[in-house]
């Protein structure tokens, strides 16, 4: 049975014999790729090797391999590349200081079942060796070059027993992802992204469940498969029952886990009949309770049909009860932030901590974010919100004067987390970083179609200062609206709340005078010129609105 071995990282050995330099590496630090003629090496003091001057020859080792430095470097770098070579090859040797992992298979990986392969892991602590199951993971993804992958820790070669690992400041488990990034013009996205959700919310019960997160942690890390460079990846967590910390099954359903895959149910634009032999449904996989568990949909079910169905009076009374109001806060501003297109429904978790609980948002897959859709190209349209069935209904009833409470969160993050000079600094660091760390570089040598050009990181820049730009005005009419001070001194509209028509009193002192009626966001929705003694709402949906007539606001409900 092969266990887990954990090795500290010793000191790398260093012989200087008269006029040569022979650097130590230890196995497992050092990977090269014969097919594409590179070498990524870890090396621990880089700055120890400022002035290499005194040297006639200068070689680097790990194991049974050496290699000659072509031409005698004055310094080690990692924003350098250095070309060596052994008997057989000359490499392009590039020193990093992200983890590497190396993944041997005598298998085709391939999407279900997982196949056995060994897994190194290498940072600058430790070595993590372990069998594992792997396979691909994806959709579309299934056609780039680079693949993801999905990762299962064993403790035997048929995986009878997992083990739990765990890398860096990421969980202890044994389930991992290796997101590939591909679609992703600069590989950073997603990786801010997932970081920037942890740093803005955290879980409404964490007091009972210290360690619950309200996302996917992640980090960078460099792979070889089969000893061939397949370049940068998002080592992430997977959003589960354990990362959320939900309440386990015991004869009945407490803890509840849905992800979004596809439209539906789970944009809260349709209720078909469910089906308790089926773990999917309308748009939704069922994650939590499991299988061999219990399959029932009629909790979900009835939430759905509560937000698509109950009475306006029903929904504005209980719909936070239902749905955690702090969760639907901050999911709203990081999706309309981050413009995230496939995250109202498809890419989507939503969760219930335990049976008197209330659901809750996760998001998952963020690569199609800032800018670009899910195949990675540019989208830039910064002027819209985005919604789904659910969002619209509390948008238009506005419960518990929940715009206002959502604007001024959103102008406290301005403040801090969402700071826009902060955010752009954050892309701009992870971008300079991988440039002058020659990791763009060495992408760009085995997937020649990626290109990471400053532009692409202008666009992104751009199209966020323009996104911020926008989601201020729009918060800040919303503000403006809740602020107004609404007339009570006259009755002027009739009925109210109103369906089609409402009637003017007064109209004699009001023909030819304009009318504005704004929504709760601050959008302009209609605008003209009284003729008669009513005006028609047949247009509107249901909610409050403000009607703003001789510089006066007035409230109307429509039902």
């Not at 859709?373 to 910064?382: C, K």
């Not at 109209?507 to 302009?524: A, M, S």
């Amino acid at each position: 049975m092969k266990n887990i071995l954990i090795i500290i990282f010793t000191s790398l050995s260093v012989f200087c014999l008269a006029q040569t330099l022979a650097i130590q590496v230890p196995e497992k630090h050092l990977i090269k790729d014969d097919t594409n003629l590179l070498i990524i090496s870890h090396i621990e003091n880089i700055n120890s090797f400022v002035d290499l001057s005194n040297y006639s020859e200068i070689s680097i080792s790990s194991g049974n391999n050496i290699f000659h430095f072509n031409t005698l470097p004055n310094s080690l770098e990692y924003s350098r590349s250095y070309l060596v070579r052994n008997t057989s090859n000359e490499y392009t040797l590039y020193f990093t200081q992200l983890p590497i992992i190396s993944i041997e298979t005598t298998s085709a990986i391939i999407d279900e079942p997982k196949v056995l392969a060994e897994f190194t892991y290498a940072d600058d602590d430790r070595v993590i060796e372990s069998f594992i199951g792997i396979e691909l993971r994806g959709v579309t993804s299934l056609s780039y070059p680079k693949k993801t992958y999905g990762l299962e820790f064993w403790k035997d070669e048929k995986g009878e027993e997992t083990l739990k690992v765990q890398f860096g400041k990421l969980r202890n488990d044994d389930d991992w992802i290796l997101d590939a990034l591909y679609n992703e013009p600069l590989r950073l996205r997603s990786y801010v992204a997932n970081k920037l959700w942890l740093n803005m919310h955290n879980p409404f019960y964490q007091q009972d469940e210290p360690n619950a997160k309200s996302g996917a942690n992640v980090q960078y890390v460099e792979v070889f498969v089969n000893n061939e460079y397949t370049g940068i990846y998002n080592l992430s967590e997977r959003i589960d029952k354990k990362q959320l910390k939900l309440k386990s099954y015991k004869n009945n359903i407490r803890g509840e886990l849905y992800k979004g895959v596809s439209w539906g149910a789970s944009t809260f634009t349709s209720l078909p009949n469910f089906n308790n032999n089926d773990r999917t449904w309308s748009g939704y996989e069922l994650k939590y309770p499991r299988e061999n568990e219990i399959t029932e949909w009629q909790n979900i079910y009835s939430f759905t049909d509560f937000v698509l169905n109950s009475s306006d009076a029903d929904f504005v009374n209980n719909v936070w009860s239902k749905f955690n109001y702090e969760n639907f806060l901050d999911y709203f501003i990081f999706l309309n932030l981050l413009r995230a297109t496939d995250n109202t429904g498809k890419n989507i978790y939503i969760a219930k901590y335990n049976t008197a609980h209330p659901y809750f948002y996760i998001p998952w897959d963020l690569d199609g974010c800032f800018g670009t859709i899910w195949n990675g190209t540019n989208e830039n349209i910064t002027n819209d919100i985005l919604t789904n069935g659910f969002l619209k209904r509390v948008i238009n009833l506005n419960p518990n004067d929940y715009s206002k409470t959502l604007s001024n969160k959103w102008f406290e993050y301005r403040d801090n987390i969402l700071e826009e000079n902060k955010l752009m600094q954050i892309f701009e660091n992870q971008y300079q970083y991988f440039l002058n760390n020659k990791i763009y570089e060495r992408e760009s040598i085995v997937y020649p179609n990626s290109e990471f050009k400053q532009q692409d990181l202008a666009y992104l820049l751009n199209w966020l200062h323009n996104r911020i730009s926008f989601l201020d005005e729009y918060f800040r009419k919303v503000l403006t609206v809740g602020n107004m001070n609404l007339t009570k001194t006259e009755m002027l509209f009739y009925p109210n709340p109103a369906r089609n028509i409402i009637y003017i009193l007064a109209t004699d002192k009001l023909v030819d005078e304009t009318y504005e009626i704004y929504n709760n966001l601050g959008n302009l929705i209609d605008q003209s010129k009284i003729e008669n003694n009513f005006i028609s709402i047949e247009a509107l949906k249901p909610g409050s609105y403000i009607v703003i007539i001789n510089k006066t606001p007035h409230k109307i409900i429509v039902k």
